[in-house]
């Protein structure tokens, strides 16, 4: 059967550094942070990297929003990147709690800053079921950048048929994506980057790949949980990774909040924030914040703040 990597007992409270964030349980994971050099952030950004990638991914966008009066902070998730025992797979309820808990220690951290959640990939999967379920954190935003919504029953049989065979007889058998001709980006430097990094899984276990995938069954039926959020959602036309249908099915429960913005680019490859072309939707993420957050106090702030394991 697909193994779950268990999470180590229960040792300690979360604790937030500059540069790693201790879990409830104890592991250490890493944190990378861009922040303005000479002024107070205006916002700040939590970013959740996608699947078999890492905080690194982020560097671009951190730059960008650094010059542009905005704090990023991303973290390497569990059994990715720098993270221990990097390529298992943790489980959903475990990488909600993480993101909960480093939420509310960037909370503490920047008090009365207004604070986006962005999400790209998976990280958006995991943004989406974190924000509609109870104890979510108080954001003033959700930025979502390709998000992982490839469920199941929007598969091809053949795949879900092979996913679930291997899944429950082969769980530890690792896969690579090679033969699939699949482009993530039109960024050629950014794709010999990622195939050179050693830290960026490149054969995945069918185990994980079963655990992605029930992220994303509850990532696309979540959907019409996030009406009550700003959102905005990016999203590329050539996207080979992340394909249309689920992501219009994902839309279409979201799209008839006013609180919500869709945003789709022709030229837009997976890795959106990523592409030669990535200065446009960094851009209007910026006008976006800009526009939502700065000319309003925090929402935590107006609703009497939000409880969590820093307190």
Known sequence: MPTIDPAPPFRASPDLHLNQFTTRDGLILPVRIWQPRQ?????????????????????RAGDYFSRHGLTLLAYDQRH???????????????????????MAGVRQHYPGIPLYLLGESMGGAIATVT???????????????????????TM?????????LFSTTVPWLKLTGKGLKRRPSDNVEVLRGLSEDPWVIKATRVDALSGLADLMDAALVSGGGLRDQRVLLLYGER???????????????????????ILIYPEGYHLLLRDLGAERPLADIVRWVEGQGWQAPSRAETTGGCSSAFQ
């Open 239 to 261: 996207d080979e990774i992340i394909p249309w249908p689920p992501v219009r099915q994902f839309m279409a429960d979201i799209k008839d909040s006013t609180t919500v913005q």
């Open 80 to 102: 990715f990147g720098l993270s221990p025992r990097p390529g298992r797979w943790a489980g959903m309820p475990v990488y909600v709690q993480d993101l909960i808990d480093f």
């Open 39 to 59: 002024t107070p952030p205006r916002a700040v950004i939590v970013a959740l990297h996608g699947f078999n990638d890492y905080g690194k991914a982020f560097v």
């Open 156 to 164: 091809p049989w053949y795949q879900r048929g092979l996913l679930s």
């Open 131 to 153: 924000m509609t379920r109870p104890g979510a954190p108080c954001i003033d935003g959700l930025i979502l950048v390709a998000p992982a919504v490839w469920a199941r029953h």
